[in-house]
């Protein structure tokens, strides 16, 4: 590897880039494709078997006759739903192709006898089994939730795969069927039944195998993702999780986020000598590491390896998600990876920070204003809590919580009031009303968790939607007043994204480029909280550290940043439970150090 790390007073810039994928895999990937929908099409359009393309489409499967239009459109389907697979070199994907395609071409040749076919399957077979040893990555983390959700996309795609079938024999129709009538004749075929729409000819005989080719298609592939086993997705175990504190304690100064790997959600590799640890989740085929590496600094590179091995094995793409600069500069050096810089970390040095001052006014005013209504605070360590104020914590937390989906991944714990968390800190703001609620006198919720010996970073905001606005700056500057007899000298908060584009762009004198980048962040701020973490964070003064992202190639960065949103809450395609039949003691944090974006805008 060639190329130059730089020092660890600039930024991380691009340097040599990781090989790319053999290009054998997205070949046999875009050739299973593109078979699938010439099938697909061969098996639906009767006009598609009588135009320019007749050639082609008649030495497809379903060229002809009822029976081939059934099978055209289940190795179609199939074909389409093995492409991705064999683009990320799955084995399983691999296997179900080798098998399928001479089933097909046997079938396609029983049927009509077509030489041509028969090779044309071969053609694509040829380079499956030529380049097995390609297709080696080994099957992803599933359940068997993955049946129910095969069965309703299945389901709905050939339903309406089934009214195109339906519909495109118009002119051999009986009489002028509605739309009801024919989605209750796909409905029916679907199960195997004839229904209310007929045809002159043999066209019902088509219809009726190609539906009941549908409706065989997705009860098979939802029988066999029910019925095999399961490969769950990982969790830390409790060995891992002791490891990971005993790294923790000795080198967990160096990393504002590296309390946050004990989340019982992710996966752990260590390096060979056990002095160094990486942790992760797989997201939509996306291995997402978050912060640092765990442990001696020397042994980051073991981890790491191991790290890149896992994700070559899976054939997942890597990715790290808010790792430091010395982090980032470590990463590139041992993968030839690439670093963007995200955004920028808060952080407060507790001997540096007071109330007086104009920069810190408006802080001040809205601090003494909570205060004179009657409001008081209370910071303490997790440990000096009883178990009952515990849960009424625990609960106030999970009701006050700002949407409905659980939010946080890279920045954040997950729970409050672990038994092992008893170093976490917890502010908590209280006001004696005449008609206390569920919760009492509490009123607002602040959770941090350990940095080190001597930090913490902060973790989830929650706060009663009755409270007064500012509970927030409240219990910050209570938890920073308190730091020193806690012996506290440094508090992270939140993380901001492209802090430094939205500083520059409001600047006198700021380009058109980065003027018209700063809007768009100002724009995407509707839905996301951009510019309202950087104005909140920055109301402390604090200092602020770079933060990376750190990825393959630049076509990986969408990918990245959806399997990203999953990971932290913000998009969820997995079917939501019933808020009641969530644990509750499981209290997930909010996005981005966990404050919310009700209690921003509410500061």
């Not at 515990?390 to 939010?407: F, M, Q």
Request: proline share 5%; aromatic share 8%; glycine share 10%.
């Amino acid at each position: 590897m060639s190329g130059e790390v730089p020092g660890t007073s600039g930024r991380v810039r691009r340097i040599v880039r990781a090989p790319r994928p053999e290009a054998v895999p997205a070949l046999v990937a875009r050739a299973c494709a593109i078979v699938g929908l010439l099938d697909i099409a061969a098996g639906v359009f009767p006009r598609f078997r009588h135009s320019r393309m007749h050639s082609l489409a008649e030495v497809l499967p379903g060229a002809l006759g009822p029976f081939a239009a059934a099978l055209s459109l289940s190795v179609g389907v199939l074909l389409l739903l093995l492409a991705h697979g064999l683009r990320r070199r799955k084995r399983r994907a691999w296997r179900a192709a080798v098998a399928l395609l001479p089933a097909g071409a046997a079938a396609q040749f029983a049927y009509r006898h077509s030489l041509i076919g028969v090779v044309i399957s071969a053609a694509l077979l040829a380079p499956l089994l030529r380049h097995r040893d390609e297709f080696a990555a080994l099957p992803d983390p599933r359940s068997r939730w993955r049946a129910l959700a095969n069965f309703v996309l299945m389901g709905a795609g050939s339903l309406v795969l089934g009214l195109v079938i339906v519909s495109v024999h118009s002119r051999r129709m009986v009489g002028d069927p509605s739309l009801a009538d024919r989605i209750s004749h796909v409905l029916y075929g679907l199960f195997g039944f004839e229904g209310p729409v007929d045809y002159e000819g043999s066209t019902s005989w088509t219809v009726a195998f190609s539906l009941g080719a549908l409706g065989l298609l997705t009860a098979v592939t939802t029988i066999y993702l029910a019925f095999r086993p399961e490969h769950p997705a990982a969790r830390l175990t409790p060995q891992d999780e002791t490891h990971l504190r005993g790294l923790l304690e000795k080198h967990g100064g160096r990393d504002s986020l590296g309390h946050f790997a004990l989340r019982r959600d992710k996966a752990v590799v260590f390096s060979p000598s056990g002095k160094a640890a990486v942790t992760y989740r797989v997201v939509s085929g996306v291995m997402l590491a978050s912060g640092d590496p765990i442990g001696d600094v020397e042994a980051w590179p073991g981890a790491i390896e191991r790290f890149m091995d896992e994700a070559k094995a899976h054939s997942w793409t890597p990715a790290v998600m808010g790792c430091s600069e010395t982090g980032g500069e470590v990463w590139t050096r041992e993968t030839g990876l690439d670093a963007l810089e995200l955004g920028d970390e808060a952080v407060v040095d507790v001997a540096d920070f007071s109330l007086a001052g104009r920069a810190m006014r408006n802080v001040r005013q809205m601090v003494k204003r909570i205060e004179r209504a009657g409001y008081e605070t209370r910071v303490r360590r997790v440990r000096d809590l009883g178990e009952s104020e515990l849960e009424r914590i625990r609960r106030a937390a999970e009701d006050w919580r700002g949407t409905d989906t659980e939010r946080g991944f890279s920045m954040a714990l997950g729970r409050i009031g672990d038994a092992a968390d008893g170093d976490c800190l917890i502010a908590t703001a209280h006001k004696a009303d005449e008609h206390p609620g569920q919760y009492g006198d509490l009123k607002a919720i602040l959770h941090f968790v350990p940095w080190g010996s001597d930090g913490v970073s902060l973790d989830l905001m929650r706060r009663d939607r009755s409270a007064d606005p500012g509970m927030n700056e409240l219990l910050i500057v209570a938890a920073l007043e308190a730091a020193p007899r806690l012996g506290i000298t440094k508090v992270s908060l939140n993380f901001a994204m492209f802090r430094s584009a939205l500083a520059r762009g409001e600047k006198i004198g700021a380009g058109p480029v980065l003027r018209a980048w700063r809007g768009l962040l100002v724009f995407l701020s509707r839905w996301f909280q951009i510019e309202s973490l950087y104005k909140f964070n920055a109301k402390f003064q604090p200092r602020w550290e770079p933060r990376f992202v750190v990825y393959r190639a630049s076509s990986d960065l969408p990918r990245i940043g959806f399997a990203a949103m999953q990971a932290e809450g913000f998009v969820d395609l997995a079917l939501p439970l019933p808020r009641f039949l969530r644990r509750r003691s499981s209290v997930a944090a909010p996005c981005a150090h966990g404050i919310a974006e009700r209690d921003v805008r509410a500061a």
